[in-house]
T-cell receptor, first 109, second 114 residues
């Protein structure tokens, strides 16, 4: 079967750096997405990786290794507003998105 | 930025009722999706559409139907609601011409079936 694994919950301190990992096993690969979802709200798009390497976008970066079936989302200079769930999703060979359950990130002052 | 709207935002109904959740987008996106999401759980695809008069079933489609008569409109109907349908329903759209093809989500419809 297809599955996406990411930690259920992480805690970090305001101003620090946190890395959220995602491993995947899917039938084919056509890209990996990270979304942010605040409690009670809809997911919003953060990043997209289709080639190996690091994509940087402001305080957020996303890394992909296709050979390892692994990605991470790196958040720098954490702010309280970064408290949210972070969803990893992989597009499989049929161009369907397979979603992880999300990592709830708690930021403490 | 996202111009995708869902109604109602919240709905409480009794078992056996027929309900329709509305979803409209003004971005001209060709693809549209319905997802179900329970707290702390992954999104499950219910139905999707690649364009007008195109609808496909996802993983959780057996108790609902959709239609895509117009590009901007993608309603979801539950013929007979049950307590197991209590959940958050998220509508999304995407543009197949965009390189990343990311989804834009509506704010969701939270359904409670008593």
């Amino acid at each position: 079967g297809q599955n996406i694994d990411q930690p259920t919950e992480m805690t970090a301190t305001e101003g620090a750096i946190v890395q959220i990992n995602c491993t995947y096993q899917t039938s084919g690969f056509n890209g990996l997405f990270w979304y942010q979802q605040h409690a009670g709200e809809a997911p919003t798009f953060l990043s997209y990786n289709v080639l190996d390497g690091l994509e940087e976008k402001g305080r957020f970066s996303s890394f992909l290794s296709r050979s390892k079936g692994y990605s991470y989302l790196l958040l720098k200079e954490l702010q309280m507003k970064d408290s949210a769930s972070y969803l990893c999703a992989v597009m499989d060979s049929n161009y369907q998105l397979i979603w992880g359950a999300g990592t709830k990130l708690i930021i403490k002052p | 930025e996202a111009d995708i709207y869902q109604t109602p935002r919240y709905l409480v109904i009794g078992t056996g009722k027929k309900i329709t959740l509305e979803c409209s987008q003004t971005m001209g996106h060709d693809k549209m999706y319905w997802y179900q999401q329970d707290p702390g759980m992954e999104l499950h695809l219910i139905h999707y559409s690649y364009g007008v008069n195109s609808t496909e079933k996802g993983d959780l489609s057996s108790e609902s139907t959709v239609s895509r008569i117009r590009t901007e409109h993608f309603p979801l109907t539950l013929e007979s609601a049950r307590p197991s349908h209590t959940s958050q329903y998220l509508c999304a759209s995407s543009d197949s011409k965009r390189e990343t093809g990311e989804l834009f989500f509506g704010e969701g419809s939270r359904l409670t079936v008593l």
